[in-house]
């Protein structure tokens, strides 16, 4: 997958692009507000179209948010979403600090340097207490030391920060389902990279995303070798090699596909 230019380029010109986007959908609004109030002679409309102008606006920066966590979930452009995240600030609450660790680690995952990862995870936990962060962060940290802990065949410390998810206290629902879902997800990539057994969780449990269709299909892969059908495994990673090389999943697969050659 060959990209043109660097990631700070593409960062840039994606930025640039956005930002025309909602400059000139602000001037049309207003060219169009700026008519319709001639029309109006109560000052009470003057506020409600300032009113709509800002929630343009504030639109208009949800979808640059949008656009660039799809850098990563979906565009797969690494070096450009680690640029985004690099320029970002990191903040001074809790909150925001862990959520700078997160964009930072889900980069790591994904080419596969999971020490990395976890050093970056521990230390900002030995800094700043989880429990001040809300549920769901909490719940996306615990996803990630646990996937780290996998990878790095740690067990200690896979059954201590799977114990952790399990203590997560919430009441609302969508909390409680992630909950359970990330449990069983966890369960699924243990029984496949570390016991070794087939697990069906990625065969029922569709993506969301482009990021999350490539290691769904991956961990089908796995799946299908430890299910010996061969044939399956290699349509899954024949499919997943020709995707970006950063990610340590495509490595992975390409490695596969080599020893089926020599075999």
């Known amino acids: 997958m060959q990209r043109q230019g660097t990631g700070e380029q593409r960062y840039?010109?994606?930025?640039?692009?956005?930002?025309?986007?909602?400059?000139?959908?602000?001037?049309?609004?207003i060219f169009v507000v700026y008519i319709w109030l001639k029309l109006k002679s109560d000052s009470v409309w003057y506020?409600?179209?300032?009113?709509?102008?800002?929630a343009y606006y504030i639109y208009g920066e949800i979808q640059w948010a949008l656009?660039?966590?799809?850098?990563?979930l979906e565009?797969?452009?690494?070096?450009?979403?680690?640029?985004?995240?690099?320029?970002?600030?990191?903040?001074?609450t809790t909150e925001t600090i862990y959520f700078t660790t997160f964009r930072k680690c889900r980069i790591e995952l994904a080419e596969g340097r999971f020490k990395d990862a976890l050093s970056i995870l521990e230390t900002t936990i030995s800094n700043h207490s989880l429990e001040k962060v809300t549920t769901f962060r909490q719940?996306?940290?615990?996803?990630?030391?646990?996937?780290?802990?996998?990878?790095?065949?740690?067990?200690?410390?896979y059954q201590y920060w799977l114990s952790r998810l399990q203590g997560v206290a919430t009441n609302r629902k969508s909390l409680l389902k992630l909950k359970d879902s990330l449990l069983e997800e966890m369960q699924a990539i243990h029984?496949?990279?570390?016991?070794k057994?087939?697990?069906?969780?990625?065969?029922?449990?569709?993506?969301?995303?482009k990021f999350s269709y490539l290691f769904n299909l991956y961990y089908k892969g796995i799946n299908a070798q430890l299910n010996r059908d061969e044939e399956k495994a290699l349509t899954c990673f024949e499919e997943l090699a020709k995707d970006n090389e950063q990610l340590f999943i495509v490595q992975q697969a390409k490695e596969e596909l080599r020893k089926a050659m020599i075999a």
């Open 139 to 157: 719940l996306t940290i615990f996803r990630q030391l646990i996937l780290c802990s996998i990878h790095l065949a740690d067990e200690e410390k």
């Open 47 to 54: 506020w409600i179209a300032f009113v709509f102008l800002l």
């Open 12 to 29: 840039k010109a994606l930025k640039k692009k956005s930002t025309y986007q909602l400059l000139s959908g602000i001037a049309f609004w």
């Open 191 to 195: 029984d496949l990279v570390i016991n």
């Open 75 to 92: 565009d797969i452009d690494l070096d450009a979403y680690r640029y985004f995240v690099g320029i970002c600030k990191p903040g001074k």
């Open 67 to 72: 656009r660039t966590n799809n850098l990563f």
């Open 197 to 209: 057994q087939p697990n069906p969780f990625f065969e029922t449990h569709p993506a969301k995303n």
